[in-house]
């Protein structure tokens, strides 16, 4: 089981269902854990469950919702052995679960951010109580990309235990990727056929780095079975 972290303020969770209904396709069995505090996955995800922490299936992908720790979704799962997924992505905002969901040990961390005042200084708040070196690759959503921009993302990081990756990936910021996204989350359906090109871009390169053992093509393949709505 291979475990991912996407830490940061700026709203993530519908960036990482998408990658995770690709990684279904490349036959992944995958959790996406929601410790957020607005715990967006809750309102979006459709469900009939109640619980103040529970696991629901969406479009053969699990999302686990309210869980401060593995523990917790072993105890729900009624298991103490490993948890029986390949992938486990998990979306943090919350610095106090970082080490509830063991990020110091996860395969890979991720910090998600746009360029606006309150996600990168929460998010920077977030890293700034990190308590062990931590290696992060940058994930940015931003109309345009400048250089002045990460220069100074890296400024508000200095003194923290954060090491950087030299890898960056970037997100547009465009108005019809995120009328797409609403629309996704009204139907309560995962649809790629009016995303723009950069955003499915940038899909393939997460799905990439979260799958190591799955090539480029067959993750190429399932984002086009996802546009024909396969």
Same mark, same amino acid.
């Given at each position: 089981?291979?475990?991912?972290?996407?830490?940061?303020?700026?709203?993530?969770?519908?960036?990482?269902?998408?990658?995770?209904?690709?990684?279904?396709l490349?036959?992944?069995?995958?959790?996406?854990?929601?410790?957020?505090?607005n715990?967006?996955? %809750?309102?979006?995800?459709?469900?009939?469950?109640?619980e103040?922490?529970?696991?629901?299936?969406?479009e053969?992908?699990?999302?686990?919702?309210?869980?401060?720790?593995?523990?917790?979704? %072993?105890?729900?799962?009624?298991?103490?052995?490993?948890?029986?997924?390949?992938?486990?992505?998990?979306?943090?905002?919350?610095?106090?679960n970082?080490?509830?969901f063991?990020?110091?040990?996860t395969?890979?961390?991720?910090?998600?951010?746009?360029?606006d005042?309150?996600?990168?200084?929460?998010?920077?708040?977030?890293?700034?109580?990190?308590?062990?070196?931590?290696?992060?690759?940058?994930?940015?959503?931003?109309q345009?990309?400048?250089?002045?921009?990460?220069?100074?993302?890296?400024?508000?990081?200095?003194?923290?235990?954060?090491?950087?990756?030299?890898?960056?990936?970037?997100?547009?910021?465009?108005?019809?990727d995120?009328?797409?996204?609403?629309?996704?989350? %009204?139907?309560?359906?995962? %649809?790629?056929?009016?995303?723009?090109q950069?955003?499915?871009?940038?899909?393939?390169?997460?799905?990439?780095?979260?799958?190591?053992?799955?090539?480029?093509?067959?993750?190429?393949?399932?984002?086009?079975?996802?546009?024909?709505?396969?």
């Amino acid at each position: 089981m291979k475990k991912y972290g996407f830490i940061g303020a700026y709203d993530k969770i519908d960036m990482i269902i998408y990658v995770a209904k690709i990684l279904e396709l490349c036959n992944k069995r995958v959790l996406i854990i929601d410790s957020t505090l607005n715990q967006k996955a %809750r309102y979006i995800i459709p469900t009939i469950k109640q619980e103040a922490a529970y696991i629901t299936d969406y479009e053969n992908i699990d999302i686990a919702v309210g869980f401060k720790n593995y523990e917790q979704i %072993r105890q729900y799962l009624r298991t103490q052995e490993e948890l029986p997924y390949d992938v486990v992505l998990v979306d943090i905002d919350n610095p106090y679960n970082i080490q509830g969901f063991e990020l110091n040990l996860t395969d890979k961390n991720f910090f998600v951010t746009s360029f606006d005042i309150f996600s990168l200084r929460r998010g920077i708040q977030i890293l700034s109580l990190v308590k062990n070196p931590m290696k992060l690759t940058k994930i940015l959503f931003a109309q345009d990309i400048l250089k002045e921009e990460n220069d100074y993302l890296n400024y508000l990081a200095l003194g923290y235990k954060i090491l950087w990756d030299e890898e960056r990936i970037y997100f547009p910021i465009e108005n019809g990727d995120l009328s797409v996204i609403s629309e996704n989350q %009204r139907a309560g359906k995962i %649809r790629f056929k009016r995303l723009s090109q950069q955003y499915k871009d940038g899909l393939l390169v997460v799905a990439n780095e979260v799958a190591d053992d799955v090539g480029e093509g067959q993750i190429r393949r399932a984002i086009k079975n996802i546009e024909r709505g396969m």
